[in-house]
């Protein structure tokens, strides 16, 4: 099982999964951060200063995709659609590129079993011996459910014994 009370999450915080995932570490009290675009750009404006983010040189999101990816020790995508499009895609192809472990889990392929889910999720952070997590997923624009998901995979796979 992984050691959950030492998991860093990292995401670039735009809307959607990225900040699920910041929302949840913060919750629960885990570090967090991750890199976001120069001038924290995100589809509802800038980013709030309560998440530990630091900016890229570039407006671009690949730059900070590619920067968190980098910095983690693997990354977990997080969608509602099976084959996920956009800068969700971006971030699984850069991931095998860089040679760096990544876990996709859809909600439409795996029925959302949160218990099947979490344990994927341990599996792979016990296999990769994780300690700095990068979270991604598509922005809420997207996929407006992707919040609720992003958030009852990770309680069941970093806090199981507390309720969603």
Not at 86 to 101: F, I, V
Not at 126 to 133: A, M, R, T
Request: hydrophobic share 35%.
């Amino acid at each position: 099982m992984a050691d959950r009370r030492r998991i860093t999450i990292i995401s670039g915080g735009q809307t959607g999964a990225d900040r699920a995932a910041l929302d949840f570490a913060i919750e629960h009290g885990l570090p967090h951060g991750g890199w976001c675009p120069r001038a924290r750009l995100a589809e509802d404006g800038p980013i709030s200063s309560q998440y530990e983010l630091r900016e890229t040189p570039s407006r671009k999101h690949a730059q900070r995709t590619e920067w968190n990816i980098r910095d983690s020790d693997a990354t977990l995508v997080l969608s509602i659609a099976a084959d996920p499009k956009g800068g969700t895609r971006l971030t699984l192809d850069l991931a095998r590129r860089l040679g760096k472990p990544v876990l996709h889990l859809s909600r439409a392929a795996t029925g959302g079993d949160s218990r099947d889910l979490a344990a994927q999720v341990d599996a792979f952070l016990s296999e990769h011996s994780v300690q700095i997590l990068n979270v991604a997923g598509p922005r809420a624009s997207q996929e407006p459910e992707v919040t609720a998901f992003v958030r009852e995979v990770l309680q069941g796979a970093l806090h199981p014994s507390e309720p969603a």
